[in-house]
């Protein structure tokens, strides 16, 4: 073999050990996910689960899946909230081709109600110490019969059972379909599903240690680096297939929420919506009094737009929103044809009761303020009462115009005056006859008007 040839071998054998080298090097390097990733997505939740918190959540997984991160941790401080937003939370975590992390953080946190379902359907349920998790029963829309608990002598059947009451049919429906739902998550993650019955039927609370050793959730730890190296290694199956997590030494990236999900989060709060409401509509109907104002017209159709979207995404009673309107519109009536209180009574009326059932849920974080209600119809009363007493006030004020301000007023006979004359009456000179003949100079009072003649009498200011 010559110069050449051997040459070549070498540099070959240079470029096959250079290969090998680098091809070990990436696979043993440190800090990269089983997806190929060092990334570590979190999104954070410390309020009531709303339409918010759902597209927050949801957005967030979708671009982690487009990052390709190892994994999400969802962060998680909730009371609860809106059974259509929980729901959409979960179908994202389900579908996600990245392994969720739910983790009920820092210490003093729970995951109470919507939050228990998160919990179950997440890949991964973790708490720190010193948190809990459960109170899962869903809570009735409108409240009613079916929301109260059974009373102690309730009507028994032949079993000795508690006879079926009819009104908690509703409830009944509701709270079989939670149970039902809550059961497929944790059958699905493999999750203790007896004791997540109870959390629905009997509204039933666990603290971290206990959660984990009814085998509730997977894992407790202080921190989120501590739960990365507790889960590093550990199996889960998505849609996609079984993913082994390497999780230790990760990069981990906060997602806080964006200006969208800040703007969602102040336009769905019962309150906020409930005022936009009230001032598109208002801006609107004076606009319609006073047609070429512009600016109530268009602050109003605004607010009243903004309105509508928020309150379609909330649990909205069409009823209060009819009686919201109607209530408005009777207390503007008022202003424009007195009706001595009885437009702007009977719209103060239906004004608190829309008020009061607009918002049909008792979740928590999800209601109308009452004290807000009653100032904005404390708002609409004071102006009811003040249009009332110029009402009053102008009925019994003195005439100063036309016929009925001429009779009584006092006047100078200018000419002797039989069966015509002329007087001097509020700086104007009238013809004028009178029962009784007066002279010239003597002062007068108008007792009535015939056409443009006056009849007057003989003033006496004795008298």
Request: aromatic share 6%.
């Amino acid at each position: 073999m010559d110069n050449s040839g051997r040459n070549v071998s070498i540099v070959m054998r240079l470029l096959f050990r250079l290969a090998v080298f680098f091809l070990l090097a990436a696979a043993t390097a440190p800090g990269h996910g089983a997806n190929g990733s060092t990334e570590v997505v979190v999104l954070e939740v410390a309020d009531a689960i709303g339409p918010a918190t759902s597209d927050y959540l949801r957005r967030g997984i979708e671009t982690a899946a487009e990052r390709d991160a190892e994994l999400v941790i969802i962060v998680l401080d909730t009371p609860g909230g809106l059974d259509s937003s929980m729901r959409d939370i979960i179908k994202a975590i389900l579908a996600s081709p990245v392994p969720v992390a739910t983790f009920v953080y820092p210490s003093g946190s729970r995951a109470a109600s919507a939050g228990t379902y998160i919990l179950y359907a997440s890949h991964i349920a973790a708490m720190a110490p010193a948190t809990n998790l459960g109170a899962a029963t869903p809570v009735p829309i409108g409240g009613g019969p079916g929301a109260e608990k059974d009373k102690p002598g309730a009507e028994t059947d032949g079993d000795g059972d508690a006879a079926p009451d009819p009104g908690s049919a509703q409830k009944r429906k509701a709270v079989n379909d939670a149970i039902a739902y809550i059961r497929s998550l944790a059958e699905l993650r493999d999750r203790n599903a007896d004791w997540a019955e109870s959390a629905v039927s009997k509204g039933e609370s666990l603290s971290a240690e206990a959660a984990l050793e009814l085998g509730v959730i997977d894992v407790i730890s202080n921190d989120i680096p501590g739960l990365l190296k507790a889960i590093d290694g550990r199996t889960v199956a998505t849609e996609f297939g079984s993913v082994t997590l390497a999780t230790a030494g990760l990069t981990i990236e906060r997602q806080l929420p964006d200006w969208r999900t800040r703007l969602l989060s102040v336009i769905t709060n019962p309150s906020v919506a409930y005022l936009l409401l009230l001032v598109g509509i208002y801006g609107l109907i004076f606009e319609g009094y006073n047609p070429g104002a512009i600016v109530p017209g268009v602050v109003g159709a605004i607010c009243l737009l903004v309105a509508a979207y928020a309150l379609q995404l909330l649990p909205v009673n069409y009823a209060g929103l009819a009686l919201i309107a109607l209530g408005v519109v009777l207390m503007v009536a008022e202003l424009f044809a007195p009706s001595f209180g009885a437009l702007g009574i009977g719209g103060i009326i239906a004004f608190v009761i829309g008020s009061v059932i607009l918002i049909d849920t008792d979740v928590p974080g999800f209601s109308i303020s009452l004290s807000l209600i009653f100032s904005m119809a404390l708002a609409g009363g004071l102006l009811v009462f003040a249009i009332l007493a110029v009402a009053i006030r102008a009925r019994r004020a003195p005439i100063v115009t036309g016929r009925e301000e001429m009779i009584g007023d006092i006047g100078e006979a200018r000419t002797d005056i039989a069966d015509n004359g002329t007087v001097w009456v509020h700086s104007e000179i009238w013809n004028a006859r009178a029962a009784t003949p007066l002279q010239a100079g003597e002062k007068v009072r108008v007792l009535d008007m015939d056409g443009l003649t006056l009849v007057v009498e003989r003033y006496n200011e004795k008298d």
